[in-house]
């Protein structure tokens, strides 16, 4: 290691990076303004400081010069710290010896037309950031041991492949799902594009896969209540929702412990056929019945009915129809909760579609014969309520003129229901419901109503291509309003075809709209709980979007599918999969280490008072009893470094390490005093 002394020895190191910096800042002028300041022996620029001769730069300069700290103009440090820390430490600093001055997303991309600006405002960065690194002090990476297992949160096609992936790999997972079956959105689809495999059949087998492996531990009709802990030692509290119908094992352990036997649910249905009371089934978006004790569908995994005590009037039929063999029905079932403990956590939550009934003008829950994609899905499906034959709602006919709205609540900044951003898939699935029409009612028309069609993956052009030949109408423009015919029940689609450019109104029998998706109801409690954050549309935030798009800005917890933002089936599985190597590595590591960014309480300044105990985030701080007296404690692991704390505490008892009050100080004197030049 070098050695650091008192006196400060930094270097410099500016980066052109291409033009991107130096094509708007005098990189020349800057370096000379460098050494100038107090405590700088050398400095010096490359074109691109990040590569191997750029940090060869930093290494040699180190031992050449005995340096004791560093300073590297260039780009963001949340994309290259760790690069330069690491080469930092390869010179034998210690690697928190370093300080960045992002002289290029926070300078050069936003002066890029005023040269003499952005050059005095580079000079102004290096000059505080050289302050700074003249009172770094040596810090030292903490680590923990992990826990080998791990949470997948949400079981639809996103989560199922995370968990068997963890599994896999040797890694005992609990795969937690809110509703009494797995298989989420993608078990509600008749086919899947471009290949137009029948999704169950491909669903299927990985719902299998997920019952039969030994090492996931499957939770159906359970919630996440509680998250405590950090990477390596979450403990997570799961609520196990009261079912009300025990499974073969449940049944086996209620018999060992009160002598009750029976042999547990087997998926009869004798329970259904007896039980008086009817609900919309949500599976079919509302379309067919269900029972007050139920399956969603035949394929469930598992295959053991659910009791809806909302709508249970506990008559005892389905006791009596059971039987005292399988005395699986407990009617007087109450919540019960689980605590696990986990190293890493998966996020798939998933989707919801928009209230398209709040977009007043396309008559949706107004007109009958207005449905959305997904309940296109479920009438067109062979196991759907209508047996696979399309009919219109509002009088069982077969519907010949079919149009499809795409973009319905999409691309959209309007406000309200509407959503700015692409919703991804919708154009796609509209083509295959397109084709799906032609190819099971001969001489039925499809129109799509579109502004563009957004076909992005691969043979999905081709699949555009293919509905086109196959004789689908494409009409472009906007659809403005629909209304309804009271006597035919028909509907007027208003819109402009902008190809003629003129408006057009065309009669319907029916029309399916394209509804936008968008985050689940629950998505924001779920992101706090696990500390995670958001996008402006309230998706859930990953690290980087292109270097570390299955990661989160909280250590060890992971994301897949489309509670990140909108995707289809192999970009969600080709996330889940990703999500589940990330997740594999610091249990497989068995230990993790921490930067040691956290705050520190100096005792003897720490007054007790508490007041900082609900400024925390994160969690992180709790009061102990040391040496007769009340002090603030923090749990390493799970302090970010946010500096809240420290901020707030009336005693300064609380010191920000790497960001300490000397520090920040120097950094403000520097600029408004300019000080700090020979």
Same mark, same amino acid.
């Given at each position: 290691?070098?050695?650091?002394?008192?006196? /400060?020895?930094?270097?410099?190191?500016?980066?052109?990076?291409?033009?991107?910096?130096?094509?708007?800042?005098?990189?020349?002028?800057?370096?000379?303004?460098?050494?100038?300041?107090?405590?700088?022996?050398?400095?010096?620029?490359?074109?691109?400081?990040?590569?191997?001769?750029?940090?060869?730069?930093?290494?040699?300069?180190?031992?050449?010069?005995?340096?004791?700290?560093?300073?590297?103009?260039?780009?963001?440090?949340?994309?290259?710290?760790?690069?330069?820390?690491m080469a930092t430490q390869e010179g034998g600093l210690n690697q928190f010896r370093f300080e960045m001055a992002n002289i290029r997303d926070q300078n050069s991309w936003v002066h890029m037309h005023d040269l003499e600006g952005a050059t005095e405002k580079?000079?102004?960065?290096?000059?505080?950031?050289?302050?700074?690194?003249?009172?770094?002090?040596?810090?030292? /990476?903490?680590?923990?041991?992990?826990?080998?297992?791990?949470?997948?949160?949400?079981?639809?096609?996103?989560?199922?492949?995370?968990?068997?992936?963890?599994?896999?790999?040797?890694?005992?997972?609990?795969?937690?799902?809110?509703?009494?079956?797995?298989?989420?959105?993608?078990?509600?689809?008749?086919?899947?594009?471009?290949?137009?495999?029948?999704?169950?059949?491909?669903?299927?087998?990985?719902?299998?896969?997920?019952?039969?492996?030994?090492?996931?531990?499957?939770?159906?009709?359970?919630?996440?209540?509680?998250?405590?802990?950090?990477?390596?030692?979450?403990?997570?509290?799961?609520?196990?929702?009261?079912?009300?119908?025990?499974?073969?094992?449940?049944?086996?352990?209620?018999?060992?412990?009160?002598?009750?036997?029976?042999?547990?649910?087997?998926?009869?249905?004798?329970?259904?056929?007896?039980?008086?009371?009817?609900?919309?089934?949500?599976?079919?978006?509302?379309?067919?019945?269900?029972?007050?004790?139920?399956?969603?569908?035949?394929?469930?995994?598992?295959?053991?009915?659910?009791?809806?005590?909302?709508?249970?009037?506990?008559?005892?039929?389905?006791?009596?129809?059971?039987?005292?063999?399988?005395?699986?029905?407990?009617?007087?079932?109450?919540?019960?909760?689980?605590?696990?403990?986990?190293?890493?956590?998966?996020?798939?939550?998933?989707?919801?579609?928009?209230?398209?009934?709040?977009?007043?003008?396309?008559?949706?829950?107004?007109?009958?014969?207005?449905?959305?994609?997904?309940?296109?899905?479920?009438?067109?499906?062979?196991?759907? /309520? $209508?047996?696979?034959?399309?009919?219109? /709602?509002?009088?069982?006919?077969?519907?010949?003129?079919?149009?499809?709205?795409?973009?319905?609540?999409?691309?959209?900044?309007?406000?309200?229901?509407?959503?700015?951003?692409?919703?991804?898939?919708?154009?796609?699935?509209?083509?295959?419901?397109?084709?799906?029409?032609?190819?099971?009612?001969?001489?039925?028309?499809?129109?799509?109503?579109?502004?563009?069609?957004?076909?992005?993956?691969?043979?999905?052009?081709?699949?555009?291509?293919?509905?086109?030949?196959?004789?689908?109408?494409?009409?472009?423009?906007?659809?403005?309003?629909?209304?309804?015919?009271?006597?035919?029940?028909?509907?007027?689609?208003?819109?402009?075809?902008?190809?003629?450019?003129?408006?057009?109104?065309?009669?319907?029998?029916?029309?399916?709209?394209?509804?936008?998706?968008?985050?689940?109801?629950?998505?924001?409690?779920?992101?706090?709980?696990?500390?995670?954050?958001?996008?402006?549309?309230?998706?859930?935030?990953?690290?980087?979007?292109?270097?570390?798009?299955?990661?989160?800005? $909280?250590?060890?917890?992971?994301?897949?599918?489309?509670?990140?933002?909108?995707?289809?089936?192999?970009?969600?599985?080709?996330?889940?999969?990703?999500?589940?190597?990330?997740?594999?590595?610091?249990?497989?590591?068995?230990?993790?280490?921490?930067?040691?960014?956290?705050?520190?309480?100096?005792?003897?300044?720490?007054?007790?008072?508490?007041?900082?105990?609900?400024?925390?985030?994160?969690?992180?701080?709790?009061?102990?009893?040391?040496?007769?007296?009340?002090?603030?404690?923090?749990?390493?692991?799970?302090?970010?470094?946010?500096?809240?704390?420290?901020?707030?505490?009336?005693?300064?008892?609380?010191?920000?390490?790497?960001?300490?009050?000397?520090?920040?100080?120097?950094?403000?004197?520097?600029?408004?005093?300019?000080?700090?030049?020979?």
């Amino acid at each position: 290691m070098v050695e650091t002394k008192n006196e /400060p020895r930094i270097g410099v190191f500016l980066c052109h990076c291409g033009t991107n910096i130096a094509g708007s800042i005098n990189i020349e002028e800057v370096k000379n303004y460098a050494k100038t300041l107090d405590g700088v022996v050398i400095a010096d620029e490359y074109q691109y400081m990040c590569s191997t001769p750029g940090q060869s730069k930093i290494i040699d300069a180190i031992n050449e010069n005995n340096l004791n700290g560093v300073v590297v103009a260039a780009c963001s440090p949340r994309l290259h710290e760790p690069t330069f820390r690491m080469a930092t430490q390869e010179g034998g600093l210690n690697q928190f010896r370093f300080e960045m001055a992002n002289i290029r997303d926070q300078n050069s991309w936003v002066h890029m037309h005023d040269l003499e600006g952005a050059t005095e405002k580079a000079k102004d960065q290096v000059l505080i950031a050289v302050a700074k690194a003249r009172m770094l002090e040596d810090l030292q /990476p903490k680590s923990v041991p992990v826990e080998h297992a791990a949470l997948v949160l949400g079981a639809g096609v996103g989560g199922m492949q995370a968990a068997l992936d963890l599994a896999n790999a040797g890694i005992k997972t609990y795969l937690v799902e809110k509703l009494p079956t797995i298989g989420g959105r993608m078990s509600q689809l008749d086919k899947t594009f471009p290949t137009l495999d029948c999704s169950q059949c491909i669903l299927t087998p990985k719902m299998v896969d997920v019952g039969r492996h030994p090492l996931i531990e499957l939770r159906t009709y359970t919630e996440v209540e509680k998250v405590e802990g950090y990477i390596g030692n979450f403990t997570i509290t799961l609520r196990h929702k009261a079912r009300g119908v025990l499974d073969p094992d449940q049944a086996a352990a209620r018999a060992a412990a009160t002598g009750i036997l029976g042999t547990g649910c087997n998926g009869c249905g004798d329970c259904d056929a007896v039980c008086p009371v009817i609900k919309p089934n949500p599976f079919e978006m509302g379309m067919a019945p269900r029972k007050a004790i139920y399956i969603y569908h035949a394929q469930v995994m598992p295959l053991q009915y659910t009791i809806d005590f909302d709508a249970c009037v506990k008559c005892g039929l389905c006791v009596d129809a059971c039987g005292s063999e399988k005395n699986a029905i407990d009617l007087e079932a109450v919540d019960t909760f689980e605590e696990i403990k986990v190293g890493t956590c998966i996020l798939a939550i998933g989707f919801d579609l928009i209230p398209i009934e709040e977009k007043r003008e396309w008559g949706y829950k107004q007109y009958d014969n207005v449905i959305t994609g997904l309940e296109f899905e479920r009438l067109i499906c062979a196991s759907g /309520p $209508t047996v696979g034959h399309l009919i219109r /709602p509002s009088d069982g006919k077969t519907p010949m003129k079919i149009g499809f709205v795409l973009c319905a609540g999409s691309r959209d900044n309007t406000g309200g229901v509407n959503k700015a951003y692409c919703s991804r898939f919708c154009c796609m699935y509209s083509l295959k419901h397109a084709h799906q029409i032609m190819e099971k009612i001969p001489g039925a028309v499809p129109y799509l109503f579109y502004m563009d069609i957004r076909s992005f993956g691969k043979m999905y052009e081709e699949f555009y291509y293919r509905i086109q030949n196959e004789g689908a109408k494409f009409i472009r423009g906007r659809v403005a309003n629909i209304l309804e015919d009271p006597i035919t029940k028909n509907l007027i689609v208003n819109t402009e075809d902008t190809l003629l450019g003129r408006p057009v109104a065309m009669e319907m029998d029916m029309v399916v709209l394209a509804a936008a998706v968008q985050p689940k109801p629950e998505a924001e409690h779920i992101r706090q709980m696990f500390g995670v954050s958001k996008s402006q549309d309230g998706w859930l935030l990953e690290a980087h979007p292109k270097l570390n798009p299955c990661g989160t800005t $909280t250590a060890g917890i992971y994301l897949a599918g489309v509670c990140q933002g909108p995707k289809d089936i192999p970009d969600t599985v080709a996330q889940a999969e990703g999500a589940a190597s990330a997740a594999s590595i610091p249990i497989h590591m068995g230990e993790v280490q921490l930067e040691p960014y956290f705050a520190m309480c100096m005792e003897d300044l720490c007054a007790g008072c508490g007041m900082c105990l609900n400024q925390c985030p994160y969690g992180a701080l709790d009061l102990i009893e040391k040496n007769g007296r009340t002090v603030m404690e923090v749990t390493e692991a799970k302090c970010k470094g946010c500096g809240t704390c420290g901020g707030f505490c009336p005693g300064g008892a609380i010191k920000m390490q790497h960001f300490t009050s000397p520090q920040i100080c120097a950094q403000i004197d520097a600029f408004l005093l300019k000080g700090g030049v020979n």
